[in-house]
């Protein structure tokens, strides 16, 4: 009996053996958890820790960013605002200028840069893929045409653009800098997903589809997207840090948003109220960080999803 | 039959083999200038002017198209001496002098004549009717001696680092290639306050916002020596983010390329490791100028906000002022400026890509 016989016999075996999906997906789960440990565990961790700040962000005493913090002064006989305040055990973070607590201010900005970017992703991911798909599939002029929107795109300068648009458009509306920011930067991943729709359209089991006579669009969102759904899901995940970074570096200007209070609000008071030059350090320096660390572990997401797909494929 | 369309094949061999010979005699120069270059000169150019084109037509109808007047701020801004009336004449004197009275179609058509015949963007309102190709001419230097020495010196610096320390690959250069990646991941205006913090508040190596502002470039030593001791703490920031995000891109090149069999081959001939390091670098190093354009890109915009921190004039710095005060004319002409930038600058690169890569020359006959 050779090696291989023993084998096809245990997977007769574990046939006949009628196993219940619990067990499969325990199976399942240790072969992912023996092949992927250190990202499974590094995205749970990542979302443990962002679960905890949002639920944190909608319970007292860290459900108001705006409260104002006083102290009774017994000089003067009346209540003064607690204003920059250091850290201490009753403000972790010490208080910024108007007497409101900076750990609470940095949890909603925390969420609020997260939401933004989730939503700035969701716009550009779905124009790249739209241009993406839709081109290779359409053929002829409107593959031409969203190609040379695509190239456009590409060496069209952004920043300087959503700067433009940011200071032309008076109104500080959350929505405004979303779409202006979506609408400009979404353009290499609309490249790399057309290139790979190229790739996956000579297909075989795409020229059945063909010949069953469905539909152009129809094979484009159904049989072809399934199968760049990982690129895409690398394009949002890339487009979700970088919007958040963007809209930090257009805020810090006073040109970005105002209703939403987000970590590029939180710097843009460190230069507005002065907070580097009255030595605040612990009021600046921790929003910074929170930026690296969300954008640095978007960066990490990414890279391991990309390492994964790469060995999916090959 | 069979004999004339053998004779045939023969003759296009030779034909062929001729041609060969013919452009192997070629000098060098000529070579480098062949047709396929000038082709892809002339599509690559036709392709960034359609660009310029578009980005320019953006920059005229965005401001006019969005609700509001471009001098709405002067209807409220009337000095306290003044009559309505008298304030409402000037404006309206205004309006004509800076041509916005006519319909849109015809603003449009004297915009791109006055703008490709004679560089005219019109006039500030905030410094006193100037034209503002003047203002912008003399805010662009400051912007190119931040963006040209920390695009040329990144690029070497980063790559170098990234691929010398992607090629041994021990626990030393692991920590270099995590510094590399914080480097890059690190919002540079969040930098520019902690560099701000240390070199500028505590150790007073710098001045913070000089009184009267960054003078204007003379050739006079005391203009020159305020102009750099503003020009330092921009530029470090701008290329110590520059150089993180070359060295990550590098450094996973290399590690690509030390898999390579001409290296492993080279390895078991006995050379040096720092030959083969050489050779490696050579290789991996050319996909990272694919990476140029946008990076570029990144760059103009890293150095616009940048200079609005540290107060820099150059055209980020103006470009948020006239915002602020509420200067159309100045804004549009500065975003124009910019984007001349970028677009001249992209197709520089190009141009020096294919240079190097000839197949992109080839290449550039399929596509623009």
Redesign the interface.
Known sequence: MTKQMEVDLKNQEELKLNLSTRDIIKEKFHAAMDRYKHQIIFMLVFFIVILIIVILTLIPPFNDPDKQYWYWDPVVEFFQLDNYAKPSLEHLLGTDQNGRDQLTRLFHAVRNSLAFGLFTGLICTGIAVFLGVIGPYKGGVVDGIASFIT??A????????I???S????IRAWWITMLVIGLFTWS?AARSIRSQVLTIKERNFIKVAKMSALKGVRIAFYEVLPNVLPYVILAFIIFL?NAI?IE???A????GQQNWLTLGLL?QD??QAGW??S?S?WL??P??IC??LI??SF?MVQSSLSQTFEQRTS | MNLTEREIIEKEKNEEQDTISKSSEQSTIKKIISNSFLHMAIKKGIFYFVVFFIAISLAFLIPRIVPGNLLEYFYDARPAGTSPEAWAQLIAGLEEYLGLNYPLNIQYFNFLRDFFLEFKLGYSVIYDLEPVANLVLRALPYTMMLVIPVLIISFFVGNWLGARTGYTNSKKDKVFYYIFIVLQVAPFFWMAYVLVDIFVLKLHWFPWLSPGGVPNWAWDWDAISLIFDNFWLPFIILLITNIGGWATGAHALMTYEKAEDYITYGRKLGFRDKTLRKYAYRNSILPQFTGLNLRFNGLIGATLITEIIFRFPGLGYMMVDAFKKFDYALVIGTFIVTILIIVVGNYIIDMCYGILDPRIRVGGKGEA
Request: aromatic fraction near 16%; avoid cysteine.
């Open positions: 190239n456009i590409l060496v069209f300068p952004q920043i300087p653009l700067l433009l648009m200071a032309v458009l008076r290499w840090g970074v930090a570096g257009i810090i200007l006073g040109v710097l460190a230069l580097v030059q030595f350090y600046w320096i929003p910074g930026l690296i954008y640095l960066f």
